[in-house]
């Protein structure tokens, strides 16, 4: 059923203009992560408090799922990019 006109204009899209293969494409990029705001994250020797969700952008075609504080024993250093089975964490300070 297609959108009332001003919904549509509001929303800038329009029902019958959407192309699947365009939006499909655009979507590609992102990611997501099953870890919330203020959940701890254990890998490997680390142990990281999630302080945000994104997708971050991190250099040329690079994203960042989430930021994390390190708070284990080991600390990782403010600015690592680890690559987690929630994705990919940038460590912040």
Known sequence: MPLPVDVEL???VSMNALDATRQ???MSGRSRTSAFTGSRI???DHELLVVEIGPF?????RTV???AQSVGAVVAPAGAILDTRW?????VA
């Open 87 to 91: 994705g990919i964490c940038e460590v």
């Open 10 to 12: 509001l929303a800038d």
């Open 57 to 61: 952008g991190q250099g040329p075609g």
């Open 42 to 44: 254990r890998m490997r």
């Open 24 to 26: 499909r494409d655009q």
């Open 65 to 67: 799922t989430f930021r």
